[in-house]
């Protein structure tokens, strides 16, 4: 009887071994720094959302010298968060990323400008110098211009574009009469700074009718082939809904778990808690689900790019409801 036990449990052990090692292992690339921007991901991996599906998911930051879709076109990833104008720009190049699930419905995209220096209206736009974001960033912001016809290369009449670094020193040194900035975090920045928002005038991407798909979830069309790489996708994209449906519902709760996973100590509660309230805006209204409409808008506002648009064609194959229908349904 002894020896039955003893091998009973040493059955269990070895199956429990077996099941500890079964968990499938995803890494996720961050578009920015551990922030509010990604607490879903963060709230699924601290809630046990992701251990419920049997996945072990590594979350790596970005920063001002990580590019998504190197990493993913790299191997470096499983799946990432980037902007659809880059996802579809790195396409048409040659690397297959296709979008498997939209946690935000709306875009968090502003340009923000001083009053002072003489801009109310986009009519002000003209002989000004305005601050970009690069690396993948700037495409909604030339398609912008272009409908406005307005050039970007400092000729009589357009405006000079300045490649500005992800911080907004530029308004506030006077470098440029706007900045671009995001409604959760740069705006707020530039309030932190001393001016006020009567000093300001804030055009928002959405307002301006060319607002384009942000922070959605991309992998590269190769692996969709593999039925275990869908598989691990459908369990990822339903964990991490869940974590952003908690964390809407849950904003402070949300920004206490980015700080405790915030290794490099920059960011700040008050801070943290503001963004997720304002991010809490734009994940609302989705359930992970593509909405097309939101898709062909994007895409007409990136082939409005006049002779130098961001593609120069409708995509095909750029998304896929696979997924959600699978991990949703």
């Known amino acids: 009887m002894k020896t039955l036990a003893t091998f009973a449990a040493s059955a269990a052990l070895g199956l429990a071994g077996m099941a ?45 010298d990580i590019a998504p879709t190197q990493v993913l076109a790299g191997g470096g990833a499983d799946v990432t968060v980037e902007w659809m104008p880059a996802a579809l720009a790195a396409r048409e190049k040659g690397l297959g990323m296709v979008n498997i699930a939209q946690p935000f419905k709306s875009s ?29 960033n700037e495409f909604p912001f030339l398609s912008w211009m272009s409908q406005l016809g307005i050039a970007t290369d400092g000729s009589d009449g357009g405006v000079t ?3 500005q670094g992800f911080n907004v020193d530029p308004i506030l040194q006077g470098q440029a009469a706007c900045v671009s900035t995001m ?17 300001l005038q804030v055009f928002k991407y959405e307002d301006q009718g060319v607002a384009t798909l942000e922070d959605g979830l991309y992998v590269l069309e190769e692996n969709l082939a593999d039925p275990a790489f869908e598989d691990k996708m459908v369990r990822f994209v339903r964990a991490s809904m869940k974590g952003w449906k908690y964390a809407e519902a849950n904003p402070d709760e949300a920004a206490e778990i980015v700080l405790d ?14 963004m997720m309230g304002e991010i809490a805006k734009l994940t609302a209204g989705s359930n992970g689900a ?39 349904n």
Request: hydrophobic share 35%; glycine share 10%; with cysteine.
């Open 183 to 199: 409604t959760y975090n740069e705006y707020w920045q530039i309030i932190d700074a001393g001016l006020t928002p009567d000093d």
């Open 161 to 163: 574009v300045l490649k």
């Open 20 to 64: 500890a090692q079964a968990a499938d292992d995803v890494t996720l690339q961050l578009k920015w720094v551990t922030q509010a921007q990604f607490a879903g991901y963060y709230v699924a991996l601290d809630k046990g959302f992701y251990a419920e599906e049997d996945l072990d998911v590594t979350i790596k930051p970005g920063g001002p």
């Open 261 to 274: 996973n915030d290794a490099s100590g920059a960011q700040t509660e008050k801070h943290q808690k503001r």
């Open 290 to 328: 593509l909405d097309v409409a939101d898709y062909e808008r994007t895409v007409a506002s990136l082939l409005s790019g006049g002779s130098d648009p961001v593609i120069s064609k409708a995509p095909e194959g750029a998304w896929t409801h696979t997924i959600t229908d699978k991990a949703l």
């Open 108 to 136: 968090g995209m502003m340009l923000t400008c001083r009053k002072d220096a003489g801009v109310s209206s986009t009519d002000d736009f003209a002989g000004k110098t305005l601050g970009v974001w690069f690396f993948g």
